[in-house]
């Protein structure tokens, strides 16, 4: 048992079994023992490997995407829609700051898209939010930090999320025979394990598409909680902008148990040595539409990563990489674009999905047009 587990047995005892969100919360965020604020989890020799770290394209695309927004902005004019002379460009979650400096770097065919903006990072981690000042140094005049969406300033926005919403915590049901139940983190036999909290939680039913009302018995439904993406759709839909999340998930909500810890490249129990795994859910795209059409912001998509990265161009840029290449750079930048464009299960295409939403009078952005 590490001393983290010991911490959170005494706060069980206190408070009695936890919600699966609260012990994520715990787990990932916790000043002192959490997985991403003690941790740089990234690339071969951390836990999981990213779109961005595998190659320098992803970023790249995407700030061509963010020009190409902002010039749609611009263009459309009218308060509504921001049409910014000054613009803010957030990023949720940047890891090792690795998607923005590709982002920024590409954005230079774009001089006055990269004048327009001020630059800001959203994160929790003290750790990589270290790493993102290195790998940023000198890579925009106006960078600054945050620890939570609601400290962006206001005003239009473009904000970009890769692998950010999977590690917003989640809650988990369980329907039984007298409805469904919570699934909460209690203390059994000496051992953190799941049990189901003995109180029916009223209104599931109704509050699913019809298709998933009649669940069979043991069926799971994962809950997020998707503040900060409310957030962003709100502020967009007031200020004019447009938001790309790209994350791993279903097109529709699925009732299945997705929960999955990772601790280096390999899956492991959630419940075993807390903070020191990575705990992530698959992102429900059906719930996360719903949630920021009703701030009144548009969704487009979801569509494949694959599909996406291709529209954006990402195989013309291999090509173009691989012009100036000697052989094993040629080989590595092939074995880049299968890994984010492939459609077999261990690599990217298909899994990972591309969801925007902008402001409802922008048109649609770009790889969401067809
Ligand atoms: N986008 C990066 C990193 C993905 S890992 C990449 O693609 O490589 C998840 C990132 O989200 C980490 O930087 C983590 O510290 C951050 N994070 C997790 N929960 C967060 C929260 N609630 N608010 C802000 N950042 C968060």
Request: net charge negative.
């Given at each position: 048992?590490?001393a983290?587990e010991?911490?959170?047995r005494?706060?069980?005892?206190?408070e009695?079994?936890l919600?699966?969100?609260r012990?994520?919360?715990?787990?990932?965020?916790?000043?002192?023992?959490?997985?991403?604020?003690?941790?740089?989890?990234?690339?071969v020799?951390?836990?999981?490997?990213?779109?961005p770290?595998i190659?320098?394209m992803?970023?790249?695309?995407?700030?061509?995407?963010?020009?190409?927004?902002?010039?749609a902005m611009?263009?459309?004019?009218?308060?509504?829609?921001?049409a910014?002379?000054?613009?803010?460009?957030?990023e949720?979650?940047?890891?090792r700051?690795?998607?923005?400096?590709?982002?920024?770097?590409?954005?230079?065919?774009v001089?006055?898209?990269?004048s327009?903006?001020?630059?800001?990072?959203?994160?929790t981690?003290?750790?990589?939010a270290?790493?993102?000042r290195?790998?940023?140094?000198?890579?925009h005049?106006e960078?600054?930090?945050?620890?939570?969406?609601?400290?962006?300033?206001?005003?239009?926005?473009?904000?970009?999320a890769?692998?950010?919403?999977?590690?917003?915590?989640?809650?988990?049901?369980v329907?039984?025979?007298?409805?469904?139940?919570?699934?909460?983190i209690?203390?059994?036999?000496?051992?953190?394990?799941?049990?189901?909290?003995?109180?029916?939680?009223p209104?599931?039913?109704?509050?699913l598409?019809?298709r998933?009302?009649k669940?069979?018995?043991?069926?799971?439904?994962?809950r997020?909680e998707?503040?900060p993406?409310r957030?962003?759709a709100t502020r967009i839909a007031?200020?004019?902008?447009?938001?790309?999340?790209?994350?791993?998930?279903?097109?529709?909500?699925?009732?299945?148990?997705?929960l999955?810890?990772?601790?280096?490249h390999?899956?492991?129990?959630?419940l075993?040595?807390?903070?020191?795994a990575d705990?992530?859910?698959?992102v429900?795209?059906?719930?996360?539409?719903?949630?920021?059409?009703?701030?009144?912001?548009?969704?487009?998509?979801?569509i494949?990563?694959g599909?996406?990265?291709?529209?954006?161009?990402?195989?013309?840029?291999a090509?173009?990489?691989?012009?100036?290449?000697?052989?094993?750079?040629?080989?590595?930048?092939d074995?880049?674009?299968?890994?984010?464009?492939?459609?077999?299960?261990?690599?990217?295409?298909?899994?990972?999905?591309a969801?925007?939403?902008?402001?409802?009078?922008?048109?649609?952005?770009?790889?969401?047009?067809?």
């Open positions: 048992m590490n983290f010991r911490r959170i005494t706060i069980i005892e206190a009695g079994p919600p699966l969100s012990y994520m919360t715990l787990c990932l965020s916790d000043p002192h023992h959490g997985y991403y604020t003690t941790r740089d989890p990234l690339g020799s951390g836990d999981f490997t990213t779109a770290e190659s320098q992803f970023g790249e695309l995407i700030g061509l995407w963010c020009a190409e927004v902002w010039r611009s263009a459309a004019g009218g308060a509504a829609r921001g910014p002379q000054r613009l803010h460009l957030a949720l979650g940047p890891g700051g690795t998607l923005m400096k590709d982002l920024l770097r590409a954005a230079k065919i001089p006055d898209f990269l327009a903006i001020d630059v800001h990072l959203v994160e981690s003290p750790v990589l270290g790493r993102q290195e790998t940023l140094a000198n890579a005049p960078i600054s930090w945050h620890t939570r969406v609601e400290e962006l300033p206001e005003g239009p926005l473009i904000v970009v890769n692998e950010f919403v999977d590690a917003l915590p989640i809650d988990q049901f329907k039984t025979q007298d409805g469904w139940r919570e699934r909460r209690g203390i059994v036999d000496g051992k953190l394990a799941f049990g189901l909290d003995p109180r029916p939680v209104g599931i039913d109704e509050s598409p019809p998933l009302r669940a069979f018995v043991d069926s799971v439904l994962e997020r998707l503040g993406v957030e962003i007031k200020a004019g902008g447009a938001a790309l999340i790209v994350d791993y998930g279903h097109r529709r909500t699925t009732l299945a148990h997705t999955q810890a990772v601790r280096a390999e899956f492991a129990d959630p075993e040595l807390p903070g020191e705990l992530t859910s698959l429900d795209f059906e719930a996360l539409a719903d949630s920021v059409k009703q701030q009144g912001a548009r969704p487009w998509g979801p494949s990563q599909v996406f990265l291709r529209r954006l161009g990402i195989e013309p840029r090509e173009r990489l691989k012009r100036d290449a000697d052989a094993k750079t040629r080989a590595d930048i074995a880049a674009l299968h890994r984010l464009v492939g459609e077999a299960p261990r690599q990217m295409g298909e899994l990972f999905k969801f925007a939403f902008t402001h409802p009078e922008l048109p649609a952005p770009p790889g969401f047009d067809s």
